[in-house]
């Protein structure tokens, strides 16, 4: 069993920068493959960036690309989300996922734990 919990979220102007973390529990953080999702109200659950077990296969979605920075710190069994040039179109609630594998995915239902979730509000 792995319990995830998210942190660093809040509010901030468009351009400023958060930067989010989800503290893992449980056995082998380091083979576990990681993902950030988010979810604006009223829409789908989405993918935002994805880090495989050691960190050498990073994905992200198009819209965040050159702005978010997904990495992971194996030793506290933590990964984070660099969010920077943030916009409107980020806020959302964004939650961290893991799943053991040694493969990425960018699937949300490829997943199998989740965090609670931490908003992120972007203002103009």
């Known amino acids: 069993q792995v319990q995830l919990v998210e942190s660093g979220g809040g509010l901030v102007q468009t351009g400023g920068s958060l930067r989010l973390s989800c503290a893992a529990s449980?056995?082998?953080?380091?083979?576990?493959?990681m993902g950030w999702f988010r979810q604006a109200p009223g829409k789908e659950r989405d993918f935002v960036a994805a880090?495989?077990?050691?960190?050498?296969?990073?994905s992200y979605t198009e819209s965040v690309k050159g702005r978010f920075t997904i990495s992971r710190d194996n030793g506290k069994n933590t990964v984070y989300l660099q969010m920077d040039s943030l916009e409107s179109e980020d806020t959302a609630v964004y939650y961290c996922a893991a799943v053991y594998t040694r493969r990425l995915f960018k699937e949300a239902s490829m997943y199998l734990y989740w965090g609670q979730g931490t908003q992120v509000t972007v203002s103009s």
């Open positions: 449980g056995r082998a953080f380091s083979s576990l493959a």
């Open positions: 880090i495989n077990w050691s960190g050498g296969d990073i």
